[in-house]
């Protein structure tokens, strides 16, 4: 296995090269070679882009009768990726690139054409300076002029980097610095007296809001003592009092009624609906009774009577005067 990397081969003595047979090949004989697109060309038939470096298994073979200086000139053919139409192109050793034959059309060589304008520009003027040497005259005028505009620019530019060397950036960048943290100082300062200011409009609302509540509070209080200084019993002296011009001078103060109590009366209610109720007056039973006890003085067993009959009238009365003033107060 080891002499298959050896560099020298081992001839023997009676070797002659000249027996050994050759291939009678033909000289247009196609090779098939692994190759990249040489430049970025369109298909022209199906206009499919092919861009350089794109690689092909290219079929390769010597051009007959082309020759640069002795070199000789290959064609390759490819074939479009879409719609595998055949694509040619071959060397072209003169500029040292390539040529589009046949099957597409080459992009993007607006270089290469302003190199031939060049070239042609140049091959037209060497012709003109071999017969006229009036024209080579002129031409060297116009090369001097061109080449002093060309030094002066060159000053100019000169100047240019020198003013440029001359300005310290540094400096320019720590005062541009400088200049920011300023910047950010004095919004910082800005920033701090608008949240002072915001601060002290909220403590001042918060005072007003306070003093507020604090007035409310003493006003309530007010009417706190000023409703437990009145006396339990302007209730009633308010409701037996008119309310008149005189009343209200006098400074006594109705207390309102709600409408519970109206339909079935306070507690203590025998004082509002006194005025309605009508006692009997038990004047005829007290005459009766008197007289009574002045005619049965003499005896005891009258005495006794006249008592019983006083005692019994005085408390049937009362009774009824008692059962009278509830009847008037349940209606």
Not at 113 to 133: A, C, G
Not at 170 to 191: L, N, T, V
Not at 241 to 248: D, I
Request: with cysteine; net charge neutral.
């Amino acid at each position: 296995m080891s002499e298959r990397k050896v560099l020298n081969k081992y001839y023997p003595p009676d070797f002659d090269p000249a027996k050994i047979p050759k291939l009678k090949l033909p000289k247009d004989r196609q090779y098939v070679v692994r190759l990249m697109a040489p430049f970025n060309m369109r298909c022209k038939t199906c206009g499919e882009y092919i861009y350089k470096g794109k690689k092909f298994n290219a079929r390769k073979e010597t051009v007959q009768n082309e020759l640069y200086m002795g070199l000789p000139i290959f064609r390759f053919y490819i074939k479009c990726t879409r719609c595998l139409a055949e694509i040619t192109f071959k060397t072209d050793p003169e500029n040292t690139d390539y040529a589009m034959e046949h099957g597409a059309t080459r992009n993007f060589q607006a270089e290469k054409l302003i190199e031939e304008e060049e070239k042609r520009i140049q091959q037209e003027r060497d012709d003109e300076e071999l017969n006229n040497p009036m024209k080579v005259l002129e031409n060297r005028t116009k090369d001097s002029k061109m080449e002093m505009e060309v030094m002066e620019n060159l000053q100019e530019l000169k100047d240019l980097n020198q003013r440029q060397a001359q300005v310290d950036f540094e400096g320019m960048i720590d005062k541009y610095r400088e200049i920011e943290k300023r910047e950010k100082e004095r919004q910082k300062e800005e920033d701090e007296r608008e949240t002072k200011e915001m601060l002290e409009r909220a403590l001042v609302k918060r005072l007003r809001d306070s003093d507020s509540d604090s007035e409310k509070e003493e006003e309530s209080r007010s009417r706190l003592k000023k409703s437990s200084s009145d006396k339990p019993t302007d209730i009633l002296t308010s409701d037996k009092q008119p309310e008149t011009e005189g009343s209200s001078a006098s400074g006594v103060k109705k207390v309102k009624v709600e409408s519970w109590e109206m339909s079935v009366g306070t507690l203590g209610g025998k004082g509002s609906l006194s005025s309605l109720v009508v006692r009997k007056k038990p004047a005829d039973s007290i005459k009766k009774a008197a007289t009574d006890e002045a005619n049965a003085a003499p005896t005891s067993h009258t005495d006794s009577k006249t008592n019983v009959t006083q005692n019994g009238s005085s408390s049937l009365s009362l009774l009824g005067a008692y059962s009278g003033s509830d009847s008037s107060d349940g209606e």
